[in-house]
């Protein structure tokens, strides 16, 4: 049964950064694209980057180019998603998803392609 779970959310200010984890297991952790998606209070889910299974490719939300960065490590079954800048509006519980068909990347921001879903990490950003 593939399993994900978050981690390294927390309190952290305007300006600030952050690391968040996602522990992978239950199937080859290296033959699957990733992503991060978030949703904030009141809001849908949002896209937030995604990435190839062996990293090679990634895409992230328009918004977020140049402050996030998705990267995984297949060795240690690990996906990450390092939050620099951040600013209030990031505040969210973000979630880590995969796919059930391997070896299949796609740049779409879509969740409905994504099966498993991480149970998501508290991310607040005070101004």
């Known amino acids: 049964q593939v399993q994900l779970v978050e981690s390294g959310g927390g309190l952290v200010q305007a300006g600030g950064s952050l690391r968040l984890s996602c522990a992978a297991s239950?199937?080859?952790?290296?033959?699957?694209?990733m992503g991060w998606f978030r949703q904030a209070p009141g809001k849908e889910r949002e896209f937030v980057a995604a990435?190839?299974?062996?990293?090679?490719?990634?895409h992230y939300a328009d918004s977020l180019k140049g402050r996030f960065t998705i990267s995984r490590d297949n060795t240690k079954n690990t996906l990450y998603l390092q939050m620099n800048s951040l600013k209030p509006e990031d505040t969210a519980v973000y979630y880590c998803?995969?796919?059930?068909?391997?070896?299949?990347?796609?740049?779409?921001?879509?969740?409905?392609?994504?099966?498993?879903w991480g149970q998501g990490t508290q991310v607040t950003v005070s101004s």
């Open positions: 998803a995969t796919r059930s068909q391997s070896y299949y990347y796609t740049d779409s921001h879509a969740d409905a392609g994504y099966t498993y």
């Open positions: 239950g199937r080859t952790f290296s033959s699957y694209s």
């Open positions: 990435i190839s299974w062996s990293g090679r490719r990634t």
